[in-house]
């Protein structure tokens, strides 16, 4: 290989791998050439109730239609818990560890089924039913895992809405999709402090009708209104209904749940995806991505408000039978050291975190590391943006101890799983590049008019074929979905990241091309943050970009025009700033905020973000071209005016 920085594939490893590099190599001609053949054999890892015969039906062009095993039959929640009992009832399956180091809990599979089975009849004693829609706004205790499989076992789609959003962003996320019913609790706990979770439910439910019953986990005990008729406790409903239920029967092609994701308009899409495909694909990546050998204890540390959450703390470990751990903590409570007390506390084997919680746990130095032991870590993992070379150095020496590969998984909500990504056994790593296409991903870089790259090049990321994770439609909107991913290059599913590809076929994600920002591991739209501040009454317009960011990998900008008359205040800036946390939640507010007098337009008044973009990046020497503005004097303005 050309590149100086590569870390070979480890031998003690790949000798116990799942897949070595031959068998991987194996693996992605076979579901290249032969996509029925691999899949077909594939799909048996999951437990059918009709196993399918039609293996794959996709079309990228025209109206986009998409199925996989579209006639087999299967329930999701049964291949998470059901199958296992025989053998592995008496096993943990999730490892919960509360906020508060003193607080943990092991549930075995037999235990999770019960609460599975118990929930799933409250649900249906409630009047949801096959099809409905029901979501779920909860932090990190084991009932997030038991709500997602009992919408599962009973055929409703879940849709669940991170806790750390808004009362409006919830309402938004429920009035679109027309959830019949809302499973929440008291209050979250993270870092120490309580999230007030019932009290914002209430809030954003004012304006969704449709939303017939509330299902509320205690958790704190703290004081919440309950409203009858409407709201049940679930330990006490749970307590009134059998432990046992018959999972509900699903087509492959049935919703299993909707996740909203931020694009570049402002309304955030619901990703939609269904039964099969998506379990297998959860299942095949988590088993070979982290090279899961049964025993392991394995640690995702998303939240289950995320797609990672979804595919890489329920799903998949659990179609898998594996030991997954669930944190509800944050990695600085009590202490930095916290993420490795709880690895050597419950011996974790698999780790999988994002490279801004690898950053912020850098500042604190090596120390807070090292005075763990960390011994059971054989496989370190990464998600949610590019990782800079310095952090994997510090990931690769500090924390592994240079003895578990760092699987650098790329991936987005709408692919259901990981798509690009090195595996343990079989991948040589170079730092900063999530390396190669998993079997049955076909990745293609492509110009500005769709015209393919070949060979060592950089493009814009699309993937030429199906594979059976994909998102299958934008929930209520098929036809936003083709013109979202299928609509700037003809026949491609465009991803909206910027890739280059180097001499070895490694991948290297240079970021989104779109106006998508990345902060902190999530995605939010720049359209969305300024049309929260456009509503706020003092804001004429806003335009906002991201920037370099030390911790976040990418800050939030805003560039903020006022209406006349109101003063630019130190105070104005603060407020503003809390208006967005308000209206979208905490991971939105703007880091900097500078005071536009006028944004940068062209004469057909298209604010030109590429300026933007580079004054926020204090990049103020390569503005670029700018005779297309309609007034350059308002980027000279911008410039001595630069704020942050
Ligand atoms: C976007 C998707 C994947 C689940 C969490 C985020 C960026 C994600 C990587 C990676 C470089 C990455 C991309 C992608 N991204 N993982 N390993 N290397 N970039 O899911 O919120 O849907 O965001 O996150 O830009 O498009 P998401």
């Known amino acids: 290989m050309s590149d100086a920085d590569i870390v070979p594939v480890k031998p003690e490893i790949a000798a116990h791998a799942l897949a070595n590099r031959a068998r991987y190599e194996e693996m992605y001609l076979r579901a290249s050439s032969e996509p029925e053949a691999f899949w077909g054999e594939e799909c048996k890892r999951l437990t059918w109730m009709k196993q399918p015969t039609k293996i794959k039906n996709t079309t990228f062009f025209g109206d986009v239609s998409i199925k996989w095993f579209e006639d087999g039959t299967l329930n999701a929640a049964a291949n998470c818990l059901d199958r296992h009992l025989a053998e592995r009832g008496d096993q943990v399956a999730i490892i919960w560890e509360g906020d508060d180091p003193n607080d943990s809990k092991k549930v075995t599979y037999r235990e999770l089924h019960e609460q599975v089975c118990r929930l799933a009849n409250v649900l249906t004693a409630q009047g949801v039913k096959k099809g409905d829609v029901v979501t779920v706004y909860l932090p990190m205790v084991v009932e997030a895992a038991v709500a997602l499989l009992a919408c599962a076992r009973i055929g409703a789609v879940h849709s669940v809405v991170f806790g750390g959003f808004s009362p409006d962003s919830l309402a938004s996320r429920v009035q679109d999709c027309g ?8 209050e979250g706990r993270r870092g ?6 019932k009290v914002n439910a209430d ?10 019953s509330v299902v509320v986990v205690k958790i704190t ?14 330990h006490e409903e749970a307590a009134k209904v059998p432990a046992t239920h018959e999972p509900v029967e699903m087509n492959a092609e049935d919703p299993l749940f909707i996740l909203y994701t931020s694009g570049s308009t402002g309304k955030p899409k619901g990703v939609l995806h269904t039964t099969g495909g998506y379990m297998v694909w959860a299942s095949f990546t988590h088993q070979y991505v982290f090279d899961y050998h049964p025993g392991e204890v394995y640690w995702c540390t998303a939240d289950v408000g995320w797609v990672t959450g979804h595919t890489y703390i329920v799903y998949g470990p659990l179609a898998n039978g594996a030991t997954t751990l669930m944190f509800e903590g944050v990695p600085n409570y009590p202490s930095t050291s916290r993420f490795w007390e709880v690895i050597d506390k419950h011996k974790v084997n698999i780790f999988y975190t994002a490279p801004t919680a690898i950053r912020a746990l850098m500042r604190d130095g090596e120390e807070p590391v090292k005075k763990t032991s960390r011994k059971s870590l054989r496989i370190l993992g990464s998600v949610g943006e590019p990782i800079n070379p310095e952090a994997w150095h510090w990931y690769d020496r500090v924390v592994g101890e240079h003895r578990c590969p760092i699987v650098d998984t790329w991936w987005q909500t709408e692919t259901g799983g990981a798509l690009i990504t090195p595996l343990p056994g079989a991948t040589a790593l170079k730092p900063g590049s999530a390396t190669l296409p998993l079997p049955g991903v076909k990745p293609m870089l492509v110009d500005g008019e769709g015209h393919e790259l070949r060979g060592a090049t950089e493009g814009n990321l699309c993937i030429a074929d199906s594979w059976p994770g994909q998102m299958r439609t934008v929930y209520g909107d098929h036809a936003r979905f083709v013109q979202t991913y299928f609509s700037t290059f003809k026949g491609l599913y465009f991803t909206g990241d910027g890739a280059r590809r180097d001499e070895d076929g490694y991948y290297w994600i240079t970021g989104r091309v779109d106006d998508v920002i990345n902060v902190s591991g999530h995605r939010m739209g720049t359209a969305e943050v300024e049309s929260a501040l456009v509503a706020h009454q003092a804001v004429a317009e806003a335009a906002v970009v991201g920037f370099p960011h030390d911790i976040k990998g990418q800050g939030i900008y805003a560039y903020v025009t006022l209406v006349a ?8 800036r603060k407020e503003l700033i809390t208006w967005v946390r308000k209206e979208i939640g905490p991971i939105a507010a703007p880091d900097v905020i500078q005071w536009a007098p006028g944004l940068p337009k062209t004469r057909s008044g ?3 973000r590429r300026i933007l973009r580079k004054i926020a990046a204090n990049e103020t020497e390569s503005l670029g071209d700018t005779s297309t503005l309609a007034d350059p004097g308002v980027v000279t303005d911008l410039v001595e005016n630069r704020a942050g």
Do not use: H, Y
Not at 179 to 186: E, F, M, N, R
Not at 192 to 197: D, I, N, P
């Open 192 to 197: 120490g402090r309580k999230v007030a979770l």
């Open 221 to 234: 005990g703290g004081d919440v209104a309950m409203q009858p008729g409407r709201d049940v406790w679930l």
């Open 203 to 212: 809030e954003a439910l004012k304006t969704c009708p449709s939303v017939k």
């Open 606 to 608: 298209k604010i030109m």
């Open 565 to 572: 008359d109101v003063e630019p205040t130190d105070a104005l």
């Open 179 to 186: 959830s019949v019913a809302l499973i929440t609790a008291d």
